[in-house]
């Protein structure tokens, strides 16, 4: 019915994927990811994850699915794990989530002879088996242990209002955020606009170097939920201050020339301005 009321004041409809539905919900629970934020669905926890089941189980929400793409003349993925569960339908298009150019803040480079180097881990409550945030909390123990107190200050932020969130990365060298998506999402876009070396999602993109772990991209690292892979990653950028230096500015760039809002603004027009023709 809302559907119905929009093509009554607009002449074009547009989908965007970004977001639990049926079609990505669907591909998770297929197989067509290496991972996803269902991995950890079982018969005993399958009530933790009912937001996301129900658009498979409800015919109502395949019925609205199916309506959707039939009606958009655009499907415009904001992640790469949307727009892979949606490849197949006609006319869908990648445009990346947009950032504000406010939250743009060049690289802070440390002596970590004199300071020690933060870990801030963005933690979101309630939703550890789809983030797998006690998984990042356990590679950033290690950590602690490993090389003590004085050199690493391991921070968590969780249940923050925004701009106090916003605040509390400000200082960070590491932003931890989520390690079963192929892509980053919001959280961890904000880490790149600030300069950051990121955990998340990097499935699709290139090593950092040969002798660098795999994980290791040449924008962030692709967190994985084995711990042993986490932990050697995490480890090799401590130990290695120019690595550590090289992501947080290759991180910088790349969420500039991909995230900045203004620009995604522009690719929206576009796609808006071809469905007028």
Known sequence: MFIKHLEKHTD??????????????????????????????????????????????????????????????????GLDDYFLAYKDLPNVRLIRLPISRDHFVQPKYKDLEKEPLVIFHAWQKGKELKKGND????????????YGEKKIKYVIASGLPYEEYLK?????????????????????????????????GYELFAEYSGKAPNSIKNVGVNASSNLAQ???SLFYIIENTHVLDDLKHKAY?????????????????????EGEK
Not at 57 to 66: C, E, H, M, N
Not at 170 to 199: E, H, P, R, W
Not at 253 to 272: G, H, Q
Request: proline share 1%; charged share 20%.
């Open 12 to 77: 074009a409809f547009y989908l965007c994927a970004l977001g639990d539905d049926k079609t990505w919900v669907s591909s998770c629970l297929r197989g067509s990811f290496k991972y996803s934020p269902l991995n950890r669905l079982t018969f005993k926890n399958f009530y933790r994850y009912y937001y996301s089941l129900k658009y498979v189980v409800s015919p109502a929400y395949a019925y609205l699915d199916r309506y959707a793409v039939k009606k958009a003349k655009a499907i415009i993925a």
């Open 230 to 232: 986490l932990e050697e």
């Open 168 to 200: 509390a990365y400000n200082d960070c060298d590491i932003y931890l955020d989520q390690v079963y998506s192929y892509d980053g999402g919001v959280t961890a876009a904000l880490g790149m606009a600030a300069g950051k070396v990121v955990f998340s």
């Open 135 to 146: 998984i990042l909390h356990e590679a950033a123990l290690s950590a602690v242990r490993k």
């Open 253 to 273: 760039f790349y969420a500039l020339n991909n995230y900045e809002s203004i620009m995604i603004a522009e690719k929206y027009i576009d796609v808006w301005t």
